[in-house]
T-cell receptor
Framework: GDSVTQMEGPVTLSEEAFLTINCTYTATGYPSLFWYVQYPGEGLQLLLK?????DKGSNKGFEATYRKETTSFHLEKGSVQVSDSAVYFC????????FGDGTTLTVKP | NAGVTQTPKFRVLKTGQSMTLLCAQD?????MYWYRQDPGMGLRLIHY???????AKGEVPDGYNVSRLKKQNFLLGLESAAPSQTSVYFC?????????????FGPGTRLTVL
């Protein structure tokens, strides 16, 4: 079946550091890929998405590229801020959605 | 436009008690979902609905029932709560099931079963 594997956390960075959160997937067919973010005490909200191979999703300084050859969708940001502290979920959608386990990011001033 | 709302926000039950969680969306979405979130296990789909009057089982349906009598509402019931059902429950909706349709999530209900 479909599955998503995310980099284990938690991840702790200093402000302005570079962020990478790895995500790989297995799926039949051609899924769409998503990154959701969950701030403390809130539900998940869409951060970015990509619907086909080589697409790059971007939002709020975050980027991820749909790499079919490596079945990956790694999340990156060049300079993180304290306000980026949250839990990040990678997900794929091929009919139903499948979510990764989430990676907790803490950014310290 | 409130999006997806959930009631209650918090609840404590004793083993064997029953309760219903309510999810409402005002975006006229066809699809609605119930997930549970447990530490280290991500989100797991309990039940979902592809339209008014329809429901289907997800990954972990045992111990839960659902109903979708109105398009905007999706109810999750626990008939006889167990400690293993202690979790955070999220409702979500999407316009269609198509691959690029994002899901919109409610703020969650934190349930503790003693």
């Amino acid at each position: 079946g479909d599955s998503v594997t995310q980099m284990e956390g938690p991840v702790t960075l200093s402000e302005e550091a570079f962020l990478t959160i790895n995500c790989t997937y297995t799926a039949t067919g051609y899924p769409s890929l998503f990154w959701y973010v969950q701030y403390p005490g809130e539900g998940l909200q869409l951060l970015l998405k990509a619907t086909k191979a080589d697409d790059k999703g971007s939002n709020k300084g975050f980027e991820a590229t749909y790499r079919k050859e490596t079945t990956s969708f790694h999340l990156e940001k060049g300079s993180v801020q304290v306000s980026d502290s949250a839990v990040y979920f990678c997900a794929l959608k091929a009919g139903k959605s499948t979510f990764g386990d989430g990676t907790t990011l803490t950014v310290k001033p | 436009n409130a999006g997806v709302t959930q009631t209650p926000k918090f609840r404590v039950l004793k083993t064997g008690q029953s309760m219903t969680l309510l999810c409402a969306q005002d975006m006229n979405h066809e699809y609605m979902y119930w997930y549970r979130q447990d530490p280290g296990m991500g989100l797991r789909l309990i039940h979902y609905s592809v339209g008014e009057g329809t429901t289907a089982k997800g990954e972990v349906p045992d111990g839960y029932n659902v109903s979708r009598l109105k398009k905007q509402n999706f109810l999750l019931g626990l008939e006889s709560a167990a400690p293993s059902q202690t979790s955070v429950y999220f409702c979500a909706s999407s316009e269609l099931a198509g691959g690029d349709n994002e899901q919109f999530f409610g703020p969650g209900t934190r349930l503790t079963v003693l």
